[in-house]
T-cell receptor
Framework: QQQVKQSPQSLIVQKGGISIINCAYE??????FPWYQQFPGKGPALLIA?????SEKKEGRFTISFNKSAKQFSLHIMDSQPGDSATYFC????????????FGAGTILRVKS | ETGVTQTPRHLVMGMTNKKSLKCEQH?????MYWYKQSAKKPLELMFV???????ENNSVPSRFSPECPNSSHLFLHLHTLQPEDSALYLC???????????????FGPGTRLTVL
């Protein structure tokens, strides 16, 4: 019940295309859903996050879509660029229980120029 | 130095060695974390310290021993490790663990550990 399942494991997208990464969770108590971006040789960095009171959050080219009834959320990267090539992790937590994030297994994104 | 730093960046050790990983945060945070990152697996939370007190231990084997002498420094002492312990060990910090997920975790670059 604590797992967050992420797909696909890897993704190749052409420059200018849309990258879509999906995550699913079981624990309905989760109420905070961040996405982290990790470049080679670096630690993960927070990219964008959403709470279940909204169905979508957009920051620049990055959008999180959230479907509470399906217990799914996804990251969309519009106009994907080679500089977006990185590993993306979704995560979830229960805010009332502290900052304990449960991570997905990660998606390796490669944007071809 | 800014953000979260980790030393060494790479470490190779035998199964009988004792070594330590060091993490330092320059963000004025009160919570610090150790994670294990293995290929194609989710990041695994190992330990959490909040205001220098250990608040989480996710059933980590005793061959991993954390130490948090102050809010800015975190160590992971390693002894009698196994080859399956080879992984990237990440340190992170946040303002406060018990304030909930609203406060962002900032990660260091990690230590790549290889156990022979």
């Amino acid at each position: 019940q604590q797992q967050v399942k992420q797909s696909p494991q890897s993704l190749i997208v052409q420059k200018g295309g849309i990258s879509i990464i999906n995550c699913a969770y079981e624990n309905t108590a989760f109420d905070y859903f961040p996405w982290y971006q990790q470049f080679p040789g670096k630690g993960p960095a927070l990219l964008i996050a959403i709470r279940p009171d909204v169905s979508e959050k957009k920051e620049g080219r990055f959008t999180i879509s959230f479907n509470k009834s399906a217990k799914q959320f996804s990251l969309h990267i519009m106009d994907s660029q080679p500089g977006d090539s990185a590993t993306y992790f979704c995560a979830a937590s229960k805010e009332a229980y502290g900052n304990k994030l449960v991570f997905g297994a990660g998606t390796i994104l490669r944007v071809k120029s | 130095e800014t953000g979260v730093t980790q030393t060494p960046r790479h470490l190779v050790m035998g199964m009988t060695n004792k070594k330590s990983l060091k993490c330092e945060q320059h963000l004025g945070h009160n919570a610090m974390y150790w994670y294990k990152q293995s290929a194609k697996k989710p990041l695994e939370l190992m330990f959490v310290y909040n205001f220098k007190e250990q608040t989480e231990n996710n059933s980590v084997p005793s061959r991993f021993s954390p130490e948090c002498p102050n809010s800015s420094h975190l160590f992971l002492h390693l002894h009698t490790l196994q080859p399956e312990d080879s992984a990237l060990y990440l340190c992170a910090s946040s303002q406060d663990f018990m304030q909930g997920a609203a406060n962002e975790q900032f990660f260091g670059p990690g230590t790549r550990l290889t156990v022979l």
